[in-house]
């Protein structure tokens, strides 16, 4: 059974910079890629940044340039680096396996103020 939590998230000012973390139990980790994932209320889950077990990263075109995914394997820990934030940034962020096959964590809230 994966459990995954993730933490770092806050209140930042527009351009400001947080970086969230995500602590996966279970020995699954290092299977698979792995993804950060943002919602907003009324709006689909989205993959924002992956990270695949070659280490390879993919961005969604809205954060390109300004978040870095990386992981620890021996830490069964996955970060997300976000910079120059937006408004728009603002969601609760999740990570799961980059398919998102695994029960979902709480979250952890971003709000990004202008």
């Known amino acids: 059974q994966v459990q995954l939590v993730e933490s770092g998230g806050g209140l930042v000012q527009s351009g400001g910079s947080l970086r969230l973390s995500c602590v996966v139990s279970?020995?699954?980790?290092?299977?698979?890629?792995m993804g950060w994932y943002r919602q907003v209320p009324g709006k689909e889950r989205e993959l924002v940044a992956r990270?695949?077990?070659?280490?390879?990263?993919n961005y969604a075109d809205s954060v390109k340039g300004r978040f870095t995914i990386s992981r620890d394997n021996a830490k069964k820990t996955v970060y997300l680096q976000m910079n120059s934030l937006k408004p728009e940034d603002t969601a609760v962020y999740y990570c799961?396996?980059?398919?998102?096959?695994?029960?979902w964590g709480q979250g952890t809230q971003v709000t990004v103020s202008s």
């Open positions: 990270i695949r077990r070659s280490g390879a990263t």
């Open positions: 279970g020995r699954e980790f290092g299977i698979y890629g």
């Open positions: 799961n396996s980059d398919l998102g096959f695994w029960s």
